[in-house]
């Protein structure tokens, strides 16, 4: 009987229905829409042929060798579900998760399309989730992570220290990740990478205190190594730099995550403590807008790179790459000094309230 309730359920867990759709386009091309999307260990699997033929792409699942190969500018691409690589023209390239056989269809994960895809091609790949799936108590690395994070920034608030002791700076993406590709070949990685540069070194030398980045070069992270300079006990401020695309050149502007708490009207997180978040999101916009940058809006999203806790965490997204004003402002080194003079300047005006309230 256990044995029989066991297969069950493992058939039960296969024939799961798809739990979003994606968009994903080639360039200015109309996207494409992708119905079965499986979600599986904290990650999302999507068809490798429609994912292929989205972008131009085909390929071939050869049952011998128990592997499918497509072509690609850089060579023939190999995955296999026994590898976590994509081997072509002799290296191999990591994957964040084995491919999938699911629901009769091998599948593999996001960052295929997020990563891998946009560097085998060299050229941008848009994508967007329609129906993004956040886990509430999800297993494997990221909600283990999750919780551990939630748990320790929780812990900040027993800390009776005068104003900001630290701060930690994430970079968004690196190494074979990346992110957006925009006009002219500009990656989102090269722009977090030297924003954050410019944003770390305008804190040292006028505040004095610690600033810790997730990455000080171009290699990918996992999301522990990502997470590790937040989770230090004299970091009281998280700032993550991300870039946008999308479908056409119009989108334009920054936009500011914040982690989900009563209402953006609110300036209270659960529990009636202050919301640090919306506070700190608050000053970065002034800030950005005394320097003529426009601030499309200040959201609430449940992203993983905010975590769970307390801790007073904004995900800053500079831009649209693939809009002409937005991507010259983060590609050149006055754009990039002006981004992270805004941002100094409203995290010092964050910082100073903070002193004053332990006061």
Sequence with gaps: ?????????????????????????LGGSSPVTIEEVYRRDGTSFLPVDEVLGAVGLSGRWISVEHIYTF??????????????????????IPLSHRPRFIDGKLRVPENFVTGNLRTLLGQTVYYRNLQPVVDQDPGGEEGTL????????????????????????DPGHGGEDPGVIGLDG???????????????????????????LSRDEDYALSWQKRFEPALRSDVDALITLHAQGAFTSAPQGLTLFIRPQNGIGDDKSEGGRP???????????????????????????????LGRGDLPSVLVE??????REDKKQLAEDAGLDRMAEALYGGFKVFADKQKENMN
Aim: proline residues 6%.
């Design 318 to 323: 500079m831009g649209y790459l693939t809009n």
């Design 186 to 212: 500009v990656k989102e990685k090269d722009v977090t990478l030297s924003a954050a540069r410019r944003f770390e070194k305008l804190i040292k030398m006028r505040l004095g205190i610690p600033v810790y």
């Design 71 to 92: 072509k690609t500018p850089r060579g023939t691409a190999t995955i296999s579900p026994g590898s976590q690589f994509i081997r072509v023209a002799g290296d191999f």
């Design 1 to 25: 009987m256990v044995r029989f309730l066991f297969v069950v359920l493992l058939w039960l867990l296969t024939c799961l229905p798809a739990v979003a759709s994606v968009e994903i386009s």
């Design 275 to 305: 919301d640090l978040s919306l506070k700190l999101a608050q000053e970065l916009k002034a800030s950005l807008e005394r320097q003529g940058l426009p601030v499309l809006d200040i959201v609430q999203a449940p992203l993983l790179p």
């Design 146 to 169: 999750d919780r551990l994070f939630a748990f320790l920034l929780n812990k900040k608030e027993t800390v009776a220290a005068p104003g900001i002791r630290g701060v930690a700076i």
